[in-house]
T-cell receptor
Framework: GAVVSQHPSWVICKSGTSVKIECRSL??????MFWYRQFPKQSLMLMAT?????????EQGVEKDKFLINHASLTLSTLTVTSAHPEDSSFYICSASVSQNYGYTFGSGTRLTVV | DQQVKQNSPSLSVQEGRISILNCDYT??????FLWYKKYPAEGPTFLIS?????DKNEDGRFTVFLNKSAKHLSLHIVPSQPGDSAVYFCAVPASKLTFGTGTRLQVTL
């Protein structure tokens, strides 16, 4: 089946630094990938839709200059959290649509802790 | 505005019994519904889906029921097993995949 690989699975960084999270589709091409964020005991909130070869579409309230998304190929999308602060600590998950029948597959997630 | 709601944040069920997880939605135009299971520190995994042309879909121990007039769907797990302990999200693939707030299921021995 379709597999989405997400790395790293966890990362700790200092305030003010930037962190890059990678999301790869391993056995299929993903023209569209999605980035979600989940705070403890809350639902998954869509941050942005990543489109191969074009600019990402951000949800309301998500700072596009802080959460940089690059989708340069059909198998790789990256999310860079720039100038990270403790409030950016969260669980970030990517996903890709794998079929027209509303099939979505998710990466394993990245736990970001900013200290 | 929460379009998909799961009013029970947690549920505890004894092993072997039935688990019933509920989900309500607001938009009667939604025509497809998904259930995902999520373990801590992992991404969600697809469990089962249902189209609005059906009122029931069954896959092994998992059955989803859809009541369109009530804008309500439920996921039944029977018999419940300890490995079913996880957070369950209902989701609607509208203009974007919208998740409910989740229900944490704990299956006890």
């Amino acid at each position: 089946g379709a597999v989405v690989s997400q790395h790293p699975s966890w990362v700790i960084c200092k305030s003010g630094t930037s962190v890059k999270i990678e999301c790869r589709s391993l056995d299929f091409q993903a023209t569209t990938m999605f980035w979600y964020r989940q705070f403890p005991k809350q639902s998954l909130m869509l941050m942005a839709t990543s489109n191969e070869g074009s600019k990402a579409t951000y949800e309301q309230g998500v700072e596009k200059d802080k959460f940089l998304i690059n989708h340069a190929s059909l198998t790789l999308s990256t999310l860079t959290v720039t100038s990270a602060h403790p409030e950016d600590s969260s669980f970030y998950i990517c996903s890709a649509s794998v079929s027209q029948n509303y099939g979505y597959t998710f990466g394993s997630g990245t736990r970001l802790t900013v200290v | 505005d929460q379009q998909v709601k799961q009013n029970s944040p947690s549920l505890s069920v004894q092993e072997g019994r039935i688990s019933i997880l509920n989900c309500d939605y607001t938009n009667s135009m939604f025509d497809y519904f998904l259930w995902y299971k999520k373990y801590p520190a992992e991404g969600p995994t697809f469990l089962i889906s249902i189209s609005s042309i059906k009122d029931k879909n069954e896959d092994g121990r998992f059955t989803v029921f859809l009541n369109k007039s009530a804008k309500h769907l439920s996921l039944h797990i029977v018999p419940s097993q300890p490995g079913d302990s996880a957070v369950y999200f209902c989701a609607v693939p509208a203009s974007k995949l919208t998740f409910g707030t989740g229900t944490r299921l704990q299956v006890t021995l």
